[in-house]
């Protein structure tokens, strides 16, 4: 009877682990500024905080870049143009599952400030 409980217990701990991810819920802002100039301000503010650029598309709005150290973050950032503004979003990602958007927060902060002091 123990054994019997002592798997039912391990089993249902491995379902829970298997579990898919919810959907990411991004970080977003908004900005008068081009779409180009928030990509090229977003890459210089990761690549200055350690990250590498894996991809970026001036024609999609995206960006894709992770961090060199651990944990080992990914972050995505999509950007379109809607309404005469620009629509920022980003999502951080650690081991294929979506962070909360507080964690980018920061980075959205400075990123708001650097096109903000864009001439």
Same mark, same amino acid.
């Given at each position: 009877?123990?054994? !019997?409980?002592? *798997?039912? =217990?391990? %089993?249902?701990?491995?379902? @829970?682990?298997?579990?898919? !991810?919810?959907?990411?819920?991004?970080?977003? /802002?908004?900005?008068? *500024?081009?779409?180009?100039?928030?990509?090229?301000?977003?890459?210089?503010?990761?690549?200055?905080? @350690?990250? *590498?650029? /894996?991809?970026?598309?001036?024609?999609? @709005?995206?960006?894709? %870049? *992770?961090?060199?150290?651990?944990?080992?973050?990914?972050?995505?950032?999509?950007?379109e143009a809607a309404?005469?503004?620009?629509?920022?979003?980003?999502?951080?990602?650690?081991?294929?599952?979506?962070?909360?958007? /507080?964690? =980018?927060?920061?980075?959205?902060?400075d990123l708001?400030? /650097?096109?903000?002091?864009?001439?």
């Amino acid at each position: 009877m123990r054994a !019997a409980v002592s *798997v039912a =217990v391990l %089993a249902a701990w491995l379902a @829970g682990c298997a579990t898919p !991810a919810g959907p990411a819920t991004p970080a977003t /802002r908004e900005s008068a *500024v081009p779409v180009e100039t928030v990509l090229t301000e977003a890459m210089s503010l990761l690549m200055a905080r @350690g990250y *590498v650029i /894996r991809h970026a598309d001036a024609d999609l @709005g995206r960006l894709e %870049a *992770v961090i060199a150290r651990w944990p080992g973050y990914r972050v995505r950032l999509e950007v379109e143009a809607a309404d005469g503004a620009t629509l920022i979003s980003m999502t951080a990602y650690r081991d294929g599952r979506p962070l909360p958007p /507080r964690l =980018v927060e920061p980075l959205m902060t400075d990123l708001n400030g /650097r096109l903000l002091m864009r001439p």
